[in-house]
C-alpha cells in the first residue's frame, strides 16, 4: 500500500474512533441526567429503588395539603386515582397549585410511600393536565380493569 494511502487510512479510522468515543461519552452524560416519569401505579410495583430519582406526577390528592407553621415545608399526596404516594417539599409553592389539580415534582423515593421533591410544576390552566400525567392516569385505569373481573 501507498503510504501516503495508510497515512490516509490511519488518520480516517482515528477520526472515526474519536468521533465515536466522543458519541459514547455524550450518551452516558445524557442518560444520567435523564429523569423519566412515573405515576404512583408504577411506584408502588417496586421497580424503583430507594434513592432513585425521576418525575413523579399525578393529581394533588383532596384534602391532603399541608403546610408547616411559619415554614415553606409543606407535604400533600399525589395520586393517579387509584395508588397514592405522599411528597415532601420544602421551598415556595407555584401560584397555580391546588387540590385536586395535576402536579409533577421532581426529585427522588425516601421509601415505597414517600417522595422528596426538589422541584413541583403546577398546570397552567384549569383544563390542562401533562400528557405523561394523562397517559399514566390511563395505563393506571387499564390495569386496574385487568385486575377486576
Known amino acids: 500500500m501507498n503510504p501516503i494511502r495508510r497515512r490516509r487510512l490511519l488518520f480516517i479510522l482515528l477520526g472515526l474512533l474519536a468521533l465515536g468515543i466522543a458519541a459514547a461519552l455524550v450518551l452516558l452524560a445524557l442518560r444520567q441526567n435523564l429523569q423519566h416519569f412515573v405515576s404512583p401505579s408504577d411506584v408502588k410495583t417496586g421497580q424503583y429503588k430507594i434513592g432513585s430519582r425521576f418525575r413523579l406526577g399525578g393529581v394533588v390528592e383532596e384534602g391532603s395539603f399541608k403546610r408547616r407553621d411559619n415554614s415553606l415545608d ?6 393517579d386515582r387509584f395508588e397514592t404516594v405522599s411528597v415532601d417539599y420544602l421551598g415556595i ?57
Open 74 to 79: 409543606v407535604s400533600f399526596v399525589v395520586t
Open 93 to 149: 409553592m407555584p401560584d397555580l397549585f391546588r387540590e385536586g389539580q395535576s402536579v409533577i415534582a421532581t426529585g427522588a423515593l425516601v421509601d415505597p410511600t414517600h417522595f422528596r421533591a426538589e422541584e413541583i410544576l403546577a398546570k397552567h390552566d384549569e383544563k390542562y393536565m401533562p400528557k405523561e400525567v394523562a397517559d399514566a392516569i390511563a395505563r393506571a385505569k387499564a390495569k386496574n380493569a385487568e385486575r377486576q373481573p
